[in-house]
């Protein structure tokens, strides 16, 4: 069955989806694929990974632009309860992003990542 999302309905379901991740991350003490894949997305980033030693997501993102050796990365901090705020402040309204953000809710919902239909 498909399930039909205008940007407004999917940015509100990316909210949910991303408090379910971090009640996840609490009870697992482990990041799943899917916020990962979610967060690199959203901030172009090189790496996330959740640091439980002080209950906080990093996220590296590349600093240079050149690739000359070693890449520069620069490591951002965010408490585990913001990444809430840091998804909705970082979404993006194009058609690309809006399919990405489709494929992460359908999965999350069992209606399979090809089955969520964008409208406008």
Request: aromatic share 10%; charged share 30%.
């Amino acid at each position: 069955m498909a399930a039909y999302f205008n940007s407004n309905q999917l940015r509100s379901s990316l909210q949910e989806l991303a408090k379910m991740y971090i009640t996840e991350c609490k009870e697992c003490e482990v990041l799943s694929q899917d916020c990962m894949d979610l967060l690199k997305h959203n901030f172009l980033a090189d790496f996330v990974v959740y640091n439980k030693a002080e209950d906080c997501i990093e996220i590296g993102i590349s600093s240079s632009d050149k690739f000359q050796g070693y890449p520069e990365i620069e490591v951002y901090k965010f408490p585990l309860e913001d990444i809430g705020k840091k998804v909705d402040h970082s979404f993006k309204n194009n058609h690309e992003d809006l399919e990405f953000y489709g494929k992460l809710i359908g999965r999350r919902k069992g209606i399979g990542s090809n089955s969520v239909i964008l409208m406008d």
